[in-house]
């Protein structure tokens, strides 16, 4: 029962005497010095994550208080939802469900962001991690032997005859000599997913990632002002549980990319670059429809320039796309309607402005080169904020 004192009435109770009710029925659990949060970040591995919970359990055992974070974003196969029936039965597993976002890295970061434990691991879902090498990591940061611990599939010790992708390994050479130019750190495998680090240190650091792709600990490490004592724990890189890679494809591309937002990014944004290399690609595919309808065809100019220009803009969408929007790809024939109808009537009020004003200029007596430079920089920064905007759906 509520106490009624002489000031309160029916419809407010006194708070404290609330509290002192509540705490009877319902008494605040004793701290749980919550020392590790493991994130991790999926795409479709529903069947991966009771067993891996089982394996994460198993490896820490009552050494560390953990919690799993999943952070999933909003997979098709009923992963976020899997991953809320494990933490009905096991409350140290919780769960991020974004909706209409896509990225390995910006998942990452979400995590980081949501635990109150002091240190964060990140690990792949899919098994090809050892949860084993946890309690050591762990151990290496809260010593101070390092300030943060990567498992590296190529360190002495280390194995990854269980992984069928040779070219992926190769790559993974030529991507480690130019990584440990960026980071200023001797590490074998810098493109590696599973590591732990303390959680002050890397929410630290978040506003200054480019979290684009998926080399956050790349991103990580250079970000930091100067180079980080790294310890390295040799992993045997398993073969995937279940499901498939979503990372196989243009991965290279999103090291380049991120390579380049580290650089040259502050001067001119890595999507704008990009959106600036599709544009001059459609520049290259428009004239060679032109030529081809004028001269080999017999076409008229008019109907061969506006062919042209339909083709250059169809292949500037499906281009940028593929690549430029990578982590927020329309897909399906009713999304890639509508994206591309949004991108044709974009460029159309982008080309118009375009031609307004190289004409003004040049009626200005501004040199015609000049004039047309002026108007295509105007253009192409008119439609990449207005499709970036309204085509793949960023603010
Ligand atoms: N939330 C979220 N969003 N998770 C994602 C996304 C995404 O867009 N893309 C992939 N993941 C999840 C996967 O479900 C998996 O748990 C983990 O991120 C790694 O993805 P994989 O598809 O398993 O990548 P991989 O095994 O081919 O790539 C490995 O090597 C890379 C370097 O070569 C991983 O260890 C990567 O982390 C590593 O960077
Ligand atoms: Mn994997």
Redesign the pocket.
């Known amino acids: 029962m509520v106490h009624m004192g002489a000031m309160d009435n029916a419809f407010f109770p006194r708070l404290d005497s609330i509290d002192e009710e509540l705490a009877d029925i319902w008494p605040v659990p004793a701290p749980v010095n919550l020392e590790l949060a493991i994130i991790?970040?999926?795409?479709?591995?529903r069947g991966n994550l009771a067993p891996l919970v089982e394996r994460i359990d198993r490896a820490i055992g009552t050494a560390a208080v953990w919690e799993v974070i999943i952070?999933?974003?909003d997979s098709r196969d009923g992963t976020a939802n899997e991953a809320r029936a494990l933490a009905q039965k096991d409350a140290r597993v919780r769960v991020i469900q974004r909706i209409g976002r896509?990225?390995?890295s910006s998942?990452v970061i979400e995590g980081f962001c949501a635990t109150a434990a002091p240190y964060v691991a990140v690990m792949?879902?899919?098994h090809?991690h050892d949860p084993a090498l946890l309690p050591g990591m762990l151990a290496a940061l809260k010593s101070g032997e390092a300030e943060i611990c990567v498992a590296s599939r190529f360190a002495e010790g280390a194995s990854t005859a269980e992984w069928a992708a040779p070219e992926?390994e190769k790559l993974?050479t030529y991507a480690n000599a130019l990584a440990r130019k960026m980071t200023g750190v001797e590490l074998t495998d810098p493109?590696?997913?599973?590591f732990m680090l303390p959680a002050d240190a890397a929410r630290a650091l978040v506003p200054r990632l480019s979290a684009i792709g998926?080399?956050i600990l790349l991103d990580l490490l250079a970000t930091n002002d100067r180079a980080m004592k790294v310890k390295e724990f040799p992993l045997n890189f398993a073969a995937?549980r279940e499901g498939e890679?979503?990372?196989?494809r243009a991965?290279l591309f999103d090291f380049l990319a991120g390579l380049y937002d580290k650089t040259f990014g502050k001067v001119i944004p890595t999507r704008f670059a990009l959106f600036g290399t599709v544009g001059a690609a459609g520049v290259v595919v428009h004239f060679l429809v032109l030529t081809s309808l004028l001269f080999v065809m017999d076409h008229a100019f008019t109907f061969a320039q506006s062919i042209a220009v339909l083709v250059a803009m169809s292949f500037n969408f499906w281009l940028n796309n593929w690549l430029t929007y990578r982590d927020k790809r329309l897909t399906g024939a009713g999304e890639l309607l509508r994206g591309w109808l949004g991108f044709i009537a974009t460029c159309a009020i982008g080309g118009f402005a375009n031609v307004a004003i190289a004409t003004f200029l040049e009626g200005q007596g501004v040199f015609w080169v000049l004039a047309a430079l002026a108007g295509i920089v105007v253009g192409s920064v008119w439609n990449y904020a207005l499709s970036s905007r309204f085509v793949w759906g960023r603010f």
Do not use: H, W
């Not at 991790?40 to 591995?45: A, G, M, Q, R, V």
């Not at 890679?245 to 196989?248: A, M, N, T």
């Open positions: 991790l970040p999926t795409f479709n591995e952070v999933d974003d896509r990225g390995l998942a792949d879902a899919d090809q992926r993974s493109m590696s997913g599973y998926f080399k995937r890679s979503k990372l196989d991965i």
